[in-house]
T-cell receptor, first 118, second 112 residues
Framework: GAVVSQHPSWVICKSGTSVKIECRSLDFQATTMFWYRQFPKQSLMLMATSNEGSKATYEQGVEKDKFLINHASLTLSTLTVTSAHPEDSSFYIC??????????????FGQGTRLTVV | GDSVTQMEGPVTLSEEAFLTINCTYTATGYPSLFWYVQYPGEGLQLLLKATKADDKGSNKGFEATYRKETTSFHLEKGSVQVSDSAVYFCALTQGGSEKLVFGKGTKLTVNP
């Protein structure tokens, strides 16, 4: 099956610094990538949808200037958490779709990135 | 908007017990339905899916049937193992969109 690789798998950073998380589709072209955040004991919350070559679409309540998303190519999307604070500590997950209009489209998930801000 | 409601956990079972995790949905049109599993320390993995009414998805001994009349997609397994301990998420996508709507997840612990 399709593989989505997310890097790094975990990161610890100091408060006030920025952290970049990469999401790559290894064997398919991902027209659309999704970024989720998972709070402890909660479900995944969709943060934004990124389409290659255009601006990301953010969900309500997600700060665009804090969570910068760049989908520069059909195989790579990045999420940058700017000026991170402890409350940004969470599990971030990306998923990628092949962009098919098929009704049976399914998303492929990266393994996630555990961000801890100290 | 579309939504998914899962039974609240955590669920604790003994090995070889029967498992049911309830999932119901609210959606317009005809969504595709999914169960994802998240093992400790890992990312989500697709467990099974169904794309139309009365379809049954199955994998690793797990099954779920798409019931349009009850808008449900309950996950079942006849005999759970310790290795099934994980968090299970029910989800849907609508039409041709790949945007997933998740339930809150149900944590399953299986004891030897």
């Amino acid at each position: 099956g399709a593989v989505v690789s997310q890097h790094p798998s975990w990161v610890i950073c100091k408060s006030g610094t920025s952290v970049k998380i990469e999401c790559r589709s290894l064997d398919f072209q991902a027209t659309t990538m999704f970024w989720y955040r998972q709070f402890p004991k909660q479900s995944l919350m969709l943060m934004a949808t990124s389409n290659e070559g255009s601006k990301a679409t953010y969900e309500q309540g997600v700060e665009k200037d804090k969570f910068l998303i760049n989908h520069a190519s059909l195989t790579l999307s990045t999420l940058t958490v700017t000026s991170a604070h402890p409350e940004d500590s969470s599990f971030y997950i990306c998923s990628a779709g092949e962009g098919s209009s098929s009704y049976n489209a399914e998303a492929f998930f990266g393994q996630g990135t555990r961000l801890t801000v100290v | 908007g579309d939504s998914v409601t899962q039974m609240e956990g955590p669920v604790t079972l003994s090995e070889e017990a029967f498992l049911t995790i309830n999932c119901t949905y609210t959606a317009t049109g005809y969504p595709s339905l999914f169960w994802y599993v998240q093992y400790p320390g890992e990312g989500l993995q697709l467990l099974l899916k169904a794309t139309k009414a009365d379809d049954k998805g199955s994998n690793k001994g797990f099954e779920a049937t798409y019931r349009k009349e009850t808008t449900s997609f309950h996950l079942e397994k006849g005999s759970v193992q310790v290795s099934d301990s994980a968090v299970y998420f029910c989800a849907l996508t609508q039409g041709g969109s790949e945007k997933l709507v998740f339930g809150k997840g149900t944590k399953l612990t299986v004891n030897p």
